[in-house]
Nanobody, 118 residues
Framework: QVQLVEPGGGLVQPGGSLSRSCSAS????????MPWYRQAPGKQRELVAR???????TYADFVKCRFTISGDNAKNTVWLQMNSLKAEDTAVYYC????????????WGKGTLVTVSS
């Protein structure tokens, strides 16, 4: 059984930082791309950042230079370090695992709420 476990979200003030983690089990981690998505209230889910199976990273323009994605194959874990947070970063953040070769083979975490507010 595949599981993507994201520990609880959090509340942070504007300008603050928060780190999110996603631990995977039931998959061969190094064969998966690991993106983070988010969905704000009333908006569509959007891609935030992605780390590929070979370690390449990409970011949405709205988080460039503020967020950093990283992964550790030995720990089957991916992290999203979020700095300089803004109110508009408030959303449910979802971890995703997408097979690097087999199209359509992907899994979602349950998502956790990140609230940026003073």
């Amino acid at each position: 059984q595949v599981q993507l476990v994201e520990p609880g979200g959090g509340l942070v003030q504007p300008g603050g930082s928060l780190s999110r983690s996603c631990s995977a089990s039931g998959i061969i981690f190094c064969r998966y791309h690991m993106p983070w998505y988010r969905q704000a209230p009333g908006k569509q889910r959007e891609l935030v950042a992605r780390i590929t199976s070979n370690g390449m990273t990409t970011y949405a323009d709205f988080v460039k230079c503020r967020f950093t994605i990283s992964g550790d194959n030995a720990k089957n874990t991916v992290w999203l370090q979020m700095n300089s947070l803004k109110a508009e970063d408030t959303a449910v953040y979802y971890c995703n695992a997408a097979h690097s070769v087999i199209s359509g083979m992907y899994y979602w975490g349950k998502g956790t709420l990140v609230t940026v507010s003073s």
